[in-house]
Nanobody
Framework: QVQLVESGGGLVQAGGSLRLSCAAS????????MGWFRQAPGKEREFVAA????????YYADSVKGRFTISRDNAKNTVYLQMNSLKPEDTAVYYC?????????????????WGQGTQVTVSS
């Protein structure tokens, strides 16, 4: 059974940082493109970042480019999202996804598996 478990969310002041982790079990991480998405109350789920199988290529939404960094450690079966210079508009539930190359285009239908989400709240 495949499981993706996110951790690292919480409450932080604007300008602060958080590091999210996504631990995978039941699948070999190196066989999957990994991505992060987020969903704020009343809004649709949106793409945040994605990373290719080996970690060579990364992609970001314009809204987080230069502030967020996605990385992966295939040996630990874990993906990370380092979030710096956080803004109140970054407040959302953040979801980890594992899937196909479609994730690299920010397409949620490229996900084969989703985590349960972790709440990130940025206060002004």
């Amino acid at each position: 059974q495949v499981q993706l478990v996110e951790s690292g969310g919480g409450l932080v002041q604007a300008g602060g940082s958080l590091r999210l982790s996504c631990a995978a079990s039941g699948l070999t991480l190196s066989n999957s493109v990994m991505g992060w998405f987020r969903q704020a109350p009343g809004k649709e789920r949106e793409f945040v970042a994605a990373i290719s199988w080996s970690g060579t290529n990364t992609y970001y939404a314009d809204s987080v480019k230069g502030r967020f960094t996605i990385s992966r450690d295939n040996a630990k079966n874990t993906v990370y999202l380092q979030m710096n210079s956080l803004k109140p508009e970054d407040t959302a539930v953040y979801y980890c996804a594992a899937g196909s190359g479609l994730l690299l285009r920010g397409a949620p239908n490229g996900a084969n598996y989703w985590g349960q989400g972790t709440q990130v709240t940025v206060s002004s």
